[in-house]
Each structure stands twice: as structure tokens, then as C-alpha cells.
């Protein structure tokens, strides 16, 4: 009967992990959606557009802080349940966000946006390797990550083209209704998964102190940092560089595909020639792509060719850190990885944060000033990488 019900289980696994990534893409959109229509946002509250660039940091940073809190309270829950009710209240907390009267409002229900995405994603990815055969693991986990990269491509650009027809509050009104409608879908399509015996926070926190992981996820929110400095204000700052009206959503949607072949990319370069050289290369081209931004900014020279190479080259620079990130993680304390990964992801939502932050103190300065600031991080984490790699560091 235990064999029947495991292959019953499994049977649906890829249709089922293709919901599960229906999932993370809403989360994905989610996470940076208001990036692409800030000064709509910003002018419907009556706030200047650093003050609604923190609906993006209260997110990134309420995601990072709540991701390993929820871990350890929801690890009995049994799966289905947790997954549904999750992208229930992300989907609650997206409409609130599209109804709210003022910044205060809308900053409250960024944040339980992003406790409910903290309690979704990881465990999409759970249940997805628990859905399909052991050899099928791999590629049921890309699936699901997937969809946060797909949404970097494809939602991101979307909602902001939604969101430059018919207001901002739009396109929270679309990732509410992702999030419904695949919650009902699990709910009808996923099996009952039991939870599992709980990790303490305590023994989570306590991989921090295996040499050389604090080094790497300092790395992570340094990088992420660099790469998100201008992204939360990506419409103003591509205003500086003559990228006006709908423009933007074709130069996000040109990140998003630089981001996908990026990541893509990345994996397949740590395995060759180690993370170390493929995070080098990144972080080399990322201070580059920084720094011709800031350039064509503060010449005011305005050429959509040159911006479209430089949108894609953003976007692969900044995804292209995660694989050899995760990659070297894993090789400091194999036996502690998906804690290690986990608190990865929350070092990446801590950079945006951060990113985020540094962006609306400089973006008054003009967006020059801004892409020069994140140019100086890009170098910094070259700097630590070129640092961390040395046989006596330990870290390849």
C-alpha cells in the first residue's frame, strides 16, 4: 500500500511541480513589481519616489528576516496546507497593498507580502523534490526556482507595462489573483504531505560559525547590494539615459533575459572553472555595466542600442551570483546545505534591501551619483571574492 501511495504521489509530479512554479513566479513578481512603476506610486501617495522606493526595502528585508522564523514555527504544518495558506494571504496581502490609502499602509502590507513568500518558497521546493523520483529531483527544483527567473523576465516587465496603462495598483491587483488561482490549484492537485520534525533557529544560526560561511553570505549581500542599488529605481534612473513611457518594460524585460542566461550560465561555469573565477568574471562585469550607466547618465547621452546591451548585461551580472554562491556554501559544510541555502536566500533579500536602501540616499543626487555608488560596491565584491579565493581562505 506504502509503494502504491508513493507512486500515486508521484505520477502528477511534473504537472504538479509546474503549478509549484506558478507559484514562485507570483512571488518573484511580487518581490520587485513596484520597481518598474515607482513614480506612478509615488505620485498617487503624494510621496517623493525615495520615500516609495521602501516598499521594495520593507519587503526584501522583512522576506530575509522572516524566512528562517517561519521555517522553524510552520515545520510541522502539514504541506498542502501550509502552501494553500500561503499563497492565500499573499494573495490577501497583495490586494491590501493595491487598496492602500497612503505610504504607512501600504509599507504594513508589503511586509506581510513577504512573510507570506518566505513561507511559500522554500517549501515549493521541498515539496517538489518529494513529488517526483530521486533522478528527477534536480530538474523539479530548477522548475520551481525557475519561476522566480522567469518572473525576473517576464512578470517584472509585465506588471510594469500593466502598471503604466492602467496605475500601479494594477499590477498588484494581477499578482493577487497568481496567487488565488494557484492556490486553488494546489488545493486541488496536490497530495497530503506530512511536515517534518523541526530544525531549532538556534541550530540554524549555528552554521554561521563553520569557517569561511559568514565570509560567503557577507559576499552574497554585498553583491546583491550592487546589483539592486539602481533596480528599485530603475525607471528614473533609465529616464537619465533617454528610456521613457513603455520603454522601460522592454528594457526590464531585457534584464529579465540577461538574468535567465545568467543564472543559466553561472551553473554551468562553477562546475568548470569554479565559482570563484565565474563570480570574478561577474562582478568585473557588473562594475563595468555600473559604471557605463553612470557615464551615459551624467553625459546625457541617450542611445536605446547601448541600453539594451547594458540592460542585459545588469541582469546577468546580478543572477549570475547565486549558483557559485550556493556552489561554494555547499563545498564549506556539505552536511548543513539546505540550511545553508536557505539562509543564502536570506542574505539575498537582505542585499536588496540594502540595495534598495543606498539607491533612494543617492537617486536625489541624480542617477549618475547612483550608478557611480553602485559601481564602488560591484568593486568592493571583487575585491572580497579575489580575497576569499586564496588557498588559504579555502574558498574556490
Not at 507580502?113 to 523520483?133: E, F, K, M, S
Not at 540577461?258 to 543564472?263: E, K, L, P, S, T
Amino acid at each position: 500500500m506504502l509503494n502504491v501511495s508513493i507512486k500515486s504521489r508521484r505520477s502528477g509530479g511534473p504537472g504538479r511541480t509546474l503549478v509549484l512554479a506558478l507559484g514562485t513566479f507570483g512571488v518573484g513578481t511580487d518581490a520587485f513589481v513596484l520597481a518598474g512603476v515607482l513614480p506612478d506610486l509615488a505620485a498617487s501617495l503624494d510621496v517623493p519616489t525615495a520615500a516609495a522606493g521602501q516598499a521594495v526595502t520593507v519587503f526584501a528585508v522583512a522576506y530575509a528576516v522572516a524566512s528562517p522564523l517561519v521555517a522553524t514555527v510552520t515545520a510541522r504544518a502539514p504541506r498542502r496546507l501550509l502552501l494553500v495558506a500561503a499563497l492565500v494571504a499573499l494573495g490577501l496581502a497583495n490586494a491590501a497593498s493595491a487598496l492602500a490609502p497612503n505610504l504607512p499602509v501600504l509599507l504594513v502590507t508589503r511586509v506581510l507580502a513577504a512573510v507570506a513568500a518566505a513561507a511559500y518558497t522554500p517549501t515549493a521546493g521541498a515539496v517538489a523534490a518529494r513529488l517526483v523520483p530521486q533522478e528527477q529531483r534536480g530538474r523539479a527544483l530548477a522548475v520551481v526556482v525557475g519561476g522566480l527567473t522567469v518572473a525576473t523576465a517576464l512578470g517584472v516587465p509585465l506588471g510594469a507595462a500593466l502598471g503604466a496603462l492602467l496605475g500601479w495598483r494594477a499590477a498588484l491587483w494581477l499578482v493577487a489573483a497568481v496567487c488565488l488561482v494557484t492556490a486553488a490549484a494546489l488545493a486541488a492537485l496536490l497530495p497530503a504531505l506530512p511536515g517534518a520534525a523541526p530544525v531549532p533557529l538556534a541550530a540554524r544560526l549555528a552554521a554561521l560559525r563553520r569557517p569561511g560561511v559568514a565570509t560567503v553570505l557577507g559576499l552574497t549581500v554585498l553583491g546583491m547590494a550592487a546589483a539592486y542599488t539602481g533596480y528599485a529605481f530603475v525607471e528614473p534612473a533609465l529616464r537619465a539615459v533617454g528610456v521613457t513611457g513603455g520603454g522601460t518594460a522592454w528594457m526590464l524585460a531585457a534584464y529579465g533575459i540577461g538574468a535567465v542566461a545568467g543564472n543559466l550560465a553561472a551553473g554551468v561555469a562553477a562546475d568548470r572553472v569554479g565559482p570563484a573565477k565565474v563570480l570574478t568574471t561577474g562582478y568585473a562585469a557588473m562594475a563595468a555595466t555600473m559604471t557605463a550607466f553612470a557615464l551615459l547618465a551624467a553625459a546625457d547621452i541617450h542611445s536605446l542600442p547601448a541600453v539594451v546591451v547594458l540592460a542585459a548585461a545588469w541582469g546577468a551580472a546580478s543572477w549570475c551570483q547565486t549558483p557559485p554562491q550556493q556552489h561554494r556554501l555547499i563545498g564549506a559544510a556539505p552536511d548543513q546545505a539546505p540550511l545553508l541555502v536557505a539562509l543564502n536566500s536570506s542574505a539575498i533579500y537582505l542585499g536588496i534591501g540594502a540595495g534598495t536602501l543606498v539607491g533612494g540616499l543617492t537617486i536625489p543626487t541624480g542617477a549618475g551619483a547612483m550608478f557611480t555608488v553602485a559601481a564602488v560596491l560591484a568593486l568592493a565584491a571583487l575585491t572580497l571574492t579575489t580575497r576569499t579565493a586564496s588557498p588559504r581562505a579555502g574558498l574556490r
